[in-house]
């Protein structure tokens, strides 16, 4: 067995230091070399040395020259076995550009916030760089872009219908998911092909080896894919190009099978297709608490010279759980991370915690900021969904949503649970406060008073995050999030319990603009009912449409899920004309309308938020008044790709990743 070292080497040197003479494999990311279980790279590495793989990291290679690129990929050597390519915790379009596709001019995933040091389509490149250097070496793409491109995709940035990645980058094969298990599958199908394979064909046996591994797609020929047994047969690429509403029916055909876990999915595109292996299971809580419980240094690698600025939001940060049951239309958790939740146990939290409270080892040159006593975070995609679990059968599920359009009867989670489990942390030696910075989800939080009441009173530093998104109620059927009425009962609650406990807290909601369905006139909803309650908005999310998701295929193919024609604001400027509306900076007749509305209710109130959250306070009964920015908000590792924007990262709302963000 292979002994863990201090960081995943990175350098021939630090191999030699090791007493390592080669890699069997080499993984290439698209963030900053991060030894923390928040960055997917470094918990899919030190996952492959507990399986007793030797495993290096090159991060973000120079991509603009060849020359440079090789050199960054091929200083530790030739691999033996196996090379991984992911785009990083973001999506490498979203973190290049803004929703209105203008260059960003920072990256919170770079040392320094620099921008530019990952390429446009990152996996794409990278992949084209491996297969120069390493000719005949089998190559896998996984992380969140490879995930949600596994088949056909609406491409936002292109304006275009573009057929699977794993066709265009002409990789061995795509991971998608959790992919511990595909990937430690995926190293003993490459050790039988080295051995087994004549000079020059090891890829190819390769692939015939891993084509079954589940959470994987695989290209195979049309001709073959007609044989599949029991296959879910999706639209081909060229019948959606002929008629846009077949992405609505491939992706809700994605979702169920991706939910189900039940049979592989097929896909032609020309001559060829992908053939998409059902999800891999779920990982128990004995095989997290394994994974998480890896010696992570929770540091930057000591090469990087500046910060990073997403470790230093999660660097106190504890991932509880995985998956999302909530299902939201424009949100990818599903289709990443599934609706399955799979949870640690409450020993393995607590012993990640005591080792937060320890600090990083004596004599650690690259020693965090010193530790203030609080753990910033203890939730997944919701902090409230610790040990949910289905008591049905997902397998013969053709619901789109545990939680919507209400919680399913077989959705069982005690939340009182979870909230003990944060209790326990708090009273870890050297702990003095523990926040739930992944926020919570409230409709599932108003059918426990105990939970919630715990929530407000101990674990809300001031501000706690939920996601209403919007008010209309047309809006909200269409995102598959509560009606406006249950928010508002939260509203009422939080500020009761707050004000009980002698607290003056807000709530920090996420609001939406231009989702597929939303007009004009819902804006102007939504910006007279925020109005009316003196809410300001400082800045607020305009959807994006990032691939595979449902929301996307609405926004493509113009039509809701069952296939009836919506409104969408396709163009920039019709975007960009509902979020000036939310933001008081829409046309003069907008403005007037939205003020002379909130000027007839005339309640009181604070403001949003500033700093760049969506953040109103709670109700009038919380004391509202203009809240100070939370300072132990953190990007987390969520993996819906509308909260991973770089403006989620930056202002301490981007959604639990863990492994998911490979």
Known sequence: ??????????????????????LDILLV????????????????????????????????????????????????????????????????????YTAFRKMRSDDAYTPGGLAGKRPNRAVLVYCGLLRRVFPDLPVLIGG??????????????????RRSLLLDSKADLLLYGM??????????????????????????????????????????SAKEAATIPGALRLPSHEDILADRTLLMAATLAMERQTHQGRDPAVQISGERAVLVNPPAPPLSAEELDGLYGLPFSRLPHPAHTQPVPAWEMIRTSITSHRGCAGGCAFCSLALHQTRRIASRSSGSILAE??????????????????????????????????????????????????????????FRVDQTEGAQLLREVARQPGVRHVRVASGVRFDLALRDDAALAAYTREFTGGQLKIAPEHISETV????????????????????????????EQYVVPYLMSAHPGCTDEDMRELAAWLRRRNWRPQQVQCFIPTPGTVATAMFYAGTDTD?????????????????????????PDDVRAVRANGA??????GRFAGNGRAGPPAAEQARLGNPAPAKDSGPERKSGVHRNTPEAVRNGRGRKRGAGSR
């Open 179 to 220: 992919a511990e298990t595909a990937l430690a599958a995926c190293a003993l199908a490459a050790e039988k092909a080295r051995s087994s394979a004549v000079p020059g064909a090891v890829c190819r046996t390769f692939q015939a080896l891993a084509r079954t591994i589940p959470g994987t797609s695989s290209a195979i």
């Open 600 to 605: 007839a209710a005339g309640t009181s109130g």
């Open 353 to 410: 915690a005591g080792i937060i409270a320890a600090g990083p080892p004596r004599g650690e040159k690259k020693a965090p900021p010193a530790w203030a006593g609080a753990i910033s975070d203890v939730g997944g995609p919701s902090a409230n969904m610790w040990r949910a679990a289905c008591a049905l059968n997902p397998a013969r599920c053709e619901r789109q949503s545990c939680l919507f359009p209400a919680p399913c009867p077989g």
């Open 476 to 503: 909200l059927r269409l995102m598959r999030k509560p009606p406006p009425a249950v928010f508002e009962r939260f509203l009422e609650r939080f500020a009761r319990l707050s004000q009980a406990a002698g607290k």
């Open 144 to 161: 969140l872009e490879a995930s949600l491109r596994r088949v056909s995709h609406y491409d936002f940035w292109s304006d275009s219908l």
């Open 29 to 96: 990311s698209g963030d900053a070399h991060v030894d923390h279980p928040a960055f997917g790279i470094a918990l899919l590495g030190r996952f492959l040395v507990s399986r007793g793989y030797r495993v290096g990291v090159v991060a973000q290679p120079r991509w603009q020259n060849p020359d440079e690129a090789a050199a960054d990929l091929g200083r530790m050597g030739r691999p033996r076995l196996l090379a991984g390519v992911s785009a990083g915790a973001v999506d490498s379009m979203l973190a290049r």
């Open 563 to 587: 296939m009836r024609p919506i409104p969408v604001a396709r163009t920039d400027a019709a975007r960009m004309r509902q979020h000036y509306i939310l933001a008081g900076r829409g046309a």
């Open 1 to 22: 067995m292979i002994a863990q070292p201090p960081f995943l080497p990175a350098t021939g040197e630090e191999m030699r230091v090791l007493g390592w003479n080669a």
